[in-house]
């Protein structure tokens, strides 16, 4: 069996050199194993025809009955396109190729009826199938099942008659030979437990459905092994290191804490922040060591959680150290915690690449002799000179711009590795989190401080945009400040976005001097120049911040009320919502101005929607997994998770991930080394969860 699965795919019945290398180059297919988990990505019910006149362009693929009237050809050269007049005796629609304008005609005569069935698009406001397959109805009869599995192809593998159907072929011929049935991978036990198709039967299922429901079976049998092998190898690492790793025990909650509680905390604690601060005692009182993901939307009260933690350090003896991406987020850190701190008796320092040589002596000594409690500062903090005398936590904020590998210098500066808290304002969807921060406890703060104004977001035209100038003079005769933040810095050859340069001059003129100023910071201006720039806006100085997304992470102004973003459908989701975050931090309404031109993609239309609509960044983090798919939100480019997964879907099988996790939970609690004999199979394929070899060819 395994001889025949790891042949080279050439030598299949129907493929040969030429295909083979097409196969392997466009769709990584290089063993009849690899052919056999390219799984459909949707099946088409042959079981009705639709009417042309109840076709819309929302419907999945379909099948229509009826004839050809006519072709013409329209335009000329590349852009030309054959277009064919087809109907069904009632109604009429378009089918159109923009290749074979020369054999389509010859292979499908006028008057004849056909079976044509591809996607409705909406093209002109009329309904068009672009490259339908065309079926002789006889041919139809003979389809013993009526589930059709699609398989994704790519442009180039059609060219070479390598279509869809051309790959179930394929998957016929390469299951019809099977010398064996597929060996099973999960225990009987499980099996019977969820109900499970065993792996044969899924295999040839999933490829050639006898039933919607014998696929939908199949489908979820091999969703639920790829999810659950992966949570399985994620909670297994996790708990060897949770055993390896002690934790120091921060046992009291003593002074430091309660008199900032006390007489310091002008405010109440949100439910949320009460529910992770038990979290957090919890953690760093059980004597293993915390790894703990702290998610909330910006200006959830993260910082306020960090502090906290950091006095119940202090408490116990130990120093912290609060670590930010920038020079500006490390001295807004350090500001507002100092004046959370005033007259508790407790010092607080910055270091940063541009702490001064005698400060940071001082900084290093004090560090050392234990008297220093708190550094905040940036990447500064983790040169081999910083040295703690016994560091016991570490926080560490907005942790996309911090590498893995910078984190991992920190943990070497003590004996017992210190606590970690890392804090993120880029929500992350739950299914992604399991996923991809397996090994780290998830933390939430889903509800924000009583009496925030959401802001208002509006989509707005470009043609309009003096109206929004005159708003916003309006609303800076008022005395608050704006940021307008463009996607560019230098004007892209062909794409007329508005590119900063051009923004600033239009912006200067209508925002004349010496009435109004207007800072700018973009990636090309070296940092202490930039640093200078958003200083004077901080201070007020300046009533405009002209800006790319430098600005994105963290940074506080709450007199700044309203972000203007140009060319908005240029910019990811989870980018719109963090710039969105800058403002809304003060008591006044706060504006969010999505400026785009009229022609946006389907996908650019959907992101601003989903703006306009909420503020909820989970939501937003959702919406953007379901647009974009996993392997592209931000943050899990540098995580080196290769997210290939072959059938399971982060975005749409959260149920099924979340049923993985919890049977994988279990199973590693009764049995960490899965040496228990009714376990074998998990040790034998538990690798193949480790996202290094995730490309889940073996099913041996
Ligand atoms: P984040 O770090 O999550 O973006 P911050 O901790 O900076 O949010 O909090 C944003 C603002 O809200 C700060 O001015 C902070 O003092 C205030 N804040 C935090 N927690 C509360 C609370 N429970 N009630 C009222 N205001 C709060
Ligand atoms: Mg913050």
Same mark, same amino acid.
């Given at each position: 069996m395994q001889q025949y699965l790891k042949q080279d795919i050439q030598f299949l019945p129907g493929v040969g050199p030429k295909r083979a290398e097409l196969l392997r180059d466009e769709l990584k297919i290089q063993t009849f194993e690899d052919l056999i988990t390219y799984y459909p990505y949707k099946y088409i019910d042959r079981s009705r025809f639709y009417k042309i006149s109840e076709i819309t362009a929302d419907l999945p693929y379909i099948q229509i009955k009826g004839i050809i009237k006519g072709y013409r050809a329209i335009g000329k050269g590349r852009g030309q396109r054959l277009v064919a007049d087809f109907t069904d005796g009632e109604g009429h629609l378009e089918l159109v190729w923009f290749r074979g304008a020369r054999w389509i005609p010859e292979t499908y005569p006028l008057e004849r009826e056909y079976v044509v069935f591809?996607?409705?698009?909406?093209?002109?406001?009329?309904?068009?199938?672009?490259?339908?397959?065309?079926?002789?109805?006889?041919?139809?009869?003979?389809?013993?099942?009526?589930?059709?599995?699609?398989?994704?192809? $790519?442009?180039?593998?059609? +060219?070479?008659?390598?279509?869809?159907?051309?790959?179930?072929?394929?998957?016929?011929?390469?299951?019809?030979?099977?010398?064996?049935?597929?060996?099973?991978?999960?225990?009987? &036990?499980?099996?019977?437990?969820?109900?499970?198709?065993?792996?044969?039967?899924?295999?040839?299922?999933?490829?050639?459905?006898?039933?919607?429901? @014998?696929?939908?079976?199949?489908?979820?049998?091999?969703?639920?092994?790829?999810?659950?092998?992966?949570?399985?190898?994620?909670?297994?690492?996790?708990?060897?290191?949770?055993?390896?790793?002690?934790?120091?025990?921060?046992?009291?909650? =003593?002074?430091?804490?309660?008199?900032?509680?006390?007489?310091?905390?002008?405010?109440?604690?949100?439910?949320? @922040?009460?529910?992770?601060?038990?979290?957090?005692?919890?953690?760093?009182?059980?004597?293993?060591?915390?790894?703990?993901?702290? @998610?909330?939307?910006?200006?959830?009260?993260?910082?306020?959680?960090?502090?906290? /933690?950091?006095?119940?350090?202090? +408490?116990? =003896?130990?120093? /912290?150290?609060?670590?930010?991406?920038?020079?500006?987020?490390?001295?807004?850190?350090?500001?507002?915690?100092?004046?959370?701190?005033?007259?508790? =008796?407790?010092?607080?320092?910055?270091?940063?690449?541009?702490?001064?040589? /005698?400060?940071? +002596?001082?900084?290093?000594?004090?560090?050392?002799?234990?008297?220093?409690?708190?550094?905040?500062? $940036?990447?500064?903090?983790?040169?081999?000179?910083?040295?703690?005398?016994?560091? =016991?936590?570490?926080?560490?904020?907005?942790?996309?711009?911090?590498?893995?590998? @910078?984190?991992?210098?920190? &943990?070497?500066?003590?004996?017992?590795?210190?606590?970690?808290?890392?804090?993120?304002?880029?929500?992350?969807?739950?299914?992604?989190?399991?996923?991809?921060?397996?090994?780290?406890?998830?933390?939430?703060?889903?509800?924000?401080?009583?009496?925030?104004?959401?802001?208002?977001?509006?989509?707005?035209? +470009?043609?309009?945009?003096?109206?929004?100038?005159?708003?916003?003079?309006?609303?800076?005769?008022?005395?608050?400040?704006?940021?307008?933040?463009?996607?560019?810095?230098?004007?892209?050859?062909?794409?007329?976005?508005?590119?900063?340069?051009?923004?600033?001059?239009?912006?200067?003129?209508?925002f004349p001097p010496p009435q109004y100023a207007v800072s700018v910071v973009h990636g090309r201006m070296k940092p202490e120049e930039k640093e200078i720039s958003m200083r004077h806006f901080i201070a007020g100085r300046t009533h405009i911040m002209v800006a790319t997304t430098v600005i994105e992470v963290g940074v506080d102004v709450p007199n700044a009320s309203i972000m203007v973003i140009e060319s908005a459908e240029r910019f990811g989701l989870s980018q719109l919502h963090q710039l969105r975050g800058r403002v809304g931090r003060g008591a006044d309404q706060s504006y969010c101005i999505l400026m785009t031109g009229y022609k946006i993609s389907e996908e650019g239309k959907k992101r601003i929607e989903t703006m306009v609509r909420t503020n909820d960044g989970f939501e937003i983090a959702e919406e953007d997994l379901r647009l974009r798919g996993p392997g592209t939100i931000e943050g899990t480019q540098q995580s080196g998770v290769p997210f290939n997964l072959k059938i399971a879907h982060l975005g749409r099988d959260g149920q099924i991930l979340q049923l993985a996790r919890d049977i994988a939970e279990k199973i590693i609690e009764e049995d960490p080394e899965l040496k228990l004999e009714k376990n074998h199979l998990f040790a034998r394929h538990v690798k193949r969860g480790d996202p290094n070899r995730l490309n889940w060819g073996s099913i041996s």
């Open positions: 591809g996607k409705p698009t909406l093209y002109n406001r009329r309904i068009n199938i672009i490259h339908p397959e065309i079926d002789d109805p006889s041919k139809q009869q003979i389809l013993k099942s009526k589930l059709q599995p699609v398989y994704s192809t $790519t442009e180039k593998l059609k +060219d070479n008659y390598l279509t869809s159907k051309a790959i179930s072929k394929l998957m016929s011929n390469v299951i019809r030979k099977l010398p064996a049935k597929f060996e099973e991978t999960l225990p009987s &036990w499980l099996i019977q437990k969820l109900n499970l198709l065993n792996l044969d039967t899924a295999l040839r299922q999933i490829h050639f459905p006898d039933s919607p429901i @014998q696929y939908q079976k199949a489908e979820f049998r091999l969703k639920f092994e790829e999810l659950f092998y992966i949570q399985l190898h994620i909670l297994q690492g996790k708990e060897i290191n949770s055993r390896s790793f002690r934790g120091n025990v921060f046992e009291k909650v =003593g002074d430091y804490f309660n008199t900032f509680f006390r007489k310091n905390l002008p405010f109440e604690l949100t439910g949320a @922040q009460k529910r992770v601060m038990k979290e957090i005692r919890r953690d760093t009182g059980s004597g293993r060591q915390m790894n703990r993901l702290l @998610q909330g939307d910006v200006g959830s009260g993260k910082t306020l959680v960090a502090l906290m /933690s950091v006095l119940i350090a202090a +408490d116990n =003896g130990f120093q /912290s150290c609060i670590m930010a991406p920038t020079e500006i987020l490390a001295n807004q850190h350090y500001r507002s915690i100092s004046a959370f701190l005033e007259g508790l =008796g407790l010092d607080v320092e910055l270091l940063t690449g541009s702490t001064k040589k /005698s400060d940071r +002596d001082r900084i290093h000594e004090n560090l050392r002799n234990g008297s220093l409690r708190i550094l905040i500062g $940036t990447h500064a903090l983790i040169e081999d000179v910083v040295q703690f005398n016994n560091l =016991g936590l570490v926080i560490i904020d907005e942790q996309h711009r911090f590498g893995v590998a @910078q984190r991992a210098r920190l &943990w070497k500066k003590a004996d017992i590795l210190p606590h970690v808290l890392v804090m993120t304002a880029t929500p992350i969807p739950r299914t992604l989190a399991m996923t991809l921060y397996g090994d780290l406890d998830v933390s939430v703060i889903d509800e924000l401080p009583p009496g925030r104004k959401p802001i208002i977001t509006r989509h707005t035209y +470009d043609s309009k945009r003096l109206e929004v100038f005159g708003f916003l003079t309006k609303e800076i005769a008022r005395g608050r400040q704006v940021y307008i933040v463009y996607p560019l810095i230098q004007e892209s050859e062909k794409m007329d976005y508005k590119d900063l340069e051009d923004g600033y001059v239009s912006i200067t003129r209508a």
